[in-house]
């Protein structure tokens, strides 16, 4: 990891953030937060690298991803590495992480947190000093219709494993994950090794009472596979559009109002803060 001219070296505060057992590592490299009037930043190339090495479950701090937050006073631009060094599009729950710093940080002059990031403008609520808001988006069928209970009867349930439960396919713009609902708790050893290896994330939610789902999200961002569960269920025919995702132990709140985004409130919280120190050539 190289980071300043030859012979130099810096240390740069970081803070680790998560939403359920999803974490982020995020650095706040604005003004603002440097307190030198002038914000700092590097190449992507740059935060590539300290990407891997910060996000190293065995060397590192062991999260999904980096976010990094730069531009001066007033305009919070974000971007987002995974942790293999590769960018990537923002997901919520990275957003929601990001946000809560911003908010802590008093940048924030309404109850709105705005964001600039590589796929446009985005918004988070600040419901309270610990939980905020965001809409993930309207869900449709893979083929972009609109989802109903009728569709579901028609077909585009069918059996997640071996005739238990049911899968339906979600939708949100260019992301699809796939539910595979229960109504009892589903075998462990159900689960399959290819699983890893798919490229549409698949999530499975056991539907407690209408009202209730317990998720097991996978590799899925927490908040996407809260929205995806809902809609699922409540297309389904299997719980409220408005209910609470318990999933890593922490409880999101989904509503879907009718013919609106799915919107979902979660709760931020601080792992811990740290200095990555850098010391070789500038980058």
């Known amino acids: 990891m190289t980071a300043g001219k030859a012979g130099f070296s810096m240390n740069l505060p970081f803070f680790k953030v998560r ?129 109903s209970a009728a569709s579901v009867a028609g077909g585009l349930g069918r059996p997640a494993r071996s005739g238990v439960g049911v899968m339906v396919p979600v939708r949100f713009g260019a992301r699809t994950v796939e539910v595979s609902l229960f109504d009892a708790p589903p075998a462990k050893a159900a689960r399959t090794r290819t699983q890893r290896s798919r490229s549409i994330p698949r999530v499975e939610a056991l539907v407690v009472s209408r009202s209730e789902l317990r998720v097991r999200r996978g590799a899925c961002d927490p908040v996407l596979a809260a929205a995806a569960a809902v809609v699922a269920a409540a297309t389904a025919d299997y719980a409220e559009r408005d209910a609470t995702v318990i999933t890593g132990g922490s409880g999101l709140i989904v509503q879907w109002p009718e013919g609106e985004p799915v919107f979902v409130a979660a709760a931020p919280e601080y792992c811990f803060s740290g200095e990555f120190w850098t010391i070789g050539a500038q980058t």
Do not use: H
């Not at 992507?44 to 990407?51: C, E, G, R």
């Open 19 to 147: 939403v359920a057992t999803c974490p982020w590592i995020v650095f706040d490299r604005t003004a603002a937060a440097l307190g030198n009037g002038e914000a700092q930043d590097r190449s992507d190339d740059y935060w590539s690298d300290m990407a891997v090495g910060t996000c190293d479950r065995t060397r590192g701090a062991a999260a999904e991803g980096l976010v990094v937050i730069s531009g001066d006073e007033g305009a919070d631009s974000l971007r987002f590495w995974n942790r293999e060094g590769r960018a990537v599009e923002p997901l919520p729950g990275a957003l929601l992480c990001a946000s809560r710093l911003i908010f802590d940080a008093g940048r924030v002059g309404s109850d709105i947190v705005k964001l600039s990031t590589s796929s446009g403008d985005a918004e988070v609520l600040v419901i309270d000093s610990r939980n905020f808001g965001i809409a993930v988006g309207e869900p449709t069928r893979e083929d972009g219709l609109v989802l």
